[in-house]
């Protein structure tokens, strides 16, 4: 294990060093090993890499350029995370001053929802540059969040709802003994990544489709969203002029 695969654990763990015995803890040549192929075609975007107690990836997601710090961390809510890891994938690998600007609030969010930012990685199809191994002491500072961080990550009403039946059908496809979400995905005919954005209470499950995953779980279509209104449900009165 290299030293900043150690340091990666020590921020994670509190201060131990633990190995883990398999597999092997996540490193900057990780990261860029699996940005490499958005590299490939020159895109600008960012991974966000989700790590767990032991510096394990329990899961990646990719935003567009600009980056938006709130949708990282509302990521990281999601799945769980213990600490990420943010990759930036571009043609050439040169240093922006925008990356300056945003590391600052992205370590500081970071700190006040208690999910660290491990290391900024920026790739390109040659190599990468870890802001760890370069720009250690900028991780290590004890910048002060901003007082508002925590009240401006807080969902909408409609967000939440979305999240709760995402959970909600998670944890019925866990209990219906579909393990997989491609085994959901397989008996209702909906592709996988539909099924994990519905999970992850990205998207708003329209009325054919919870009568599908309803129908499959052995349930209700009430007991999945209970009566919530979907996008393609609005009563038609809604749209109607009173004489």
């Not at 213990?82 to 500081?108: G, M």
């Not at 290590?140 to 009240?151: D, G, K, L, S, Y």
């Not at 866990?174 to 954005?197: N, V």
């Amino acid at each position: 294990m290299n030293n900043l695969s150690t340091n990666y654990l020590r921020v994670i763990q509190g201060g131990k060093s633990r190995r883990p015995a398999a597999p092997k803890p996540v490193t900057p040549e990780t990261i860029f090993e699996q940005c490499r192929a958005l590299s490939l075609y020159g895109k600008h975007c960012y991974a966000v890499f989700h790590l767990d107690k032991n510096n394990q990836i329990i899961g990646r997601d990719t935003l567009l350029a600009p980056l938006s710090i709130k949708e990282v961390y509302r990521m990281a809510c999601l799945n769980d995370s213990y600490a990420i890891i943010l990759a930036r994938t571009a043609a050439n690998r040169r240093n922006e001053p925008e990356d300056f600007i945003r590391l600052a609030p992205l370590i500081n969010w970071g700190r006040a929802l208690e999910v660290p930012l491990l290391d900024f990685v920026v790739t390109d199809c040659d190599g990468f540059t870890s802001y760890q191994e370069r720009f250690g002491d900028l991780f290590n500072r004890n910048t002060v969040p901003a007082p508002a961080i925590r009240e401006v990550s807080k969902p909408t009403p409609e967000r939440q709802r979305q999240i709760d039946i995402g959970e909600r059908i998670k944890a019925l496809r866990i209990k219906a003994g579909i393990l997989k979400q491609k085994g959901l995905a397989e008996k209702t005919g909906i592709r996988p990544q539909y099924i994990s954005s519905l999970e992850k209470g990205y998207r708003d499950p329209t009325k054919d489709e919870v009568e599908k995953i309803a129908a499959v779980l052995g349930i209700q279509p009430q007991d999945l969203v209970e009566l919530s209104p979907s996008p393609d449900a609005t009563p038609q009165h809604e749209n109607e002029v009173e004489p």
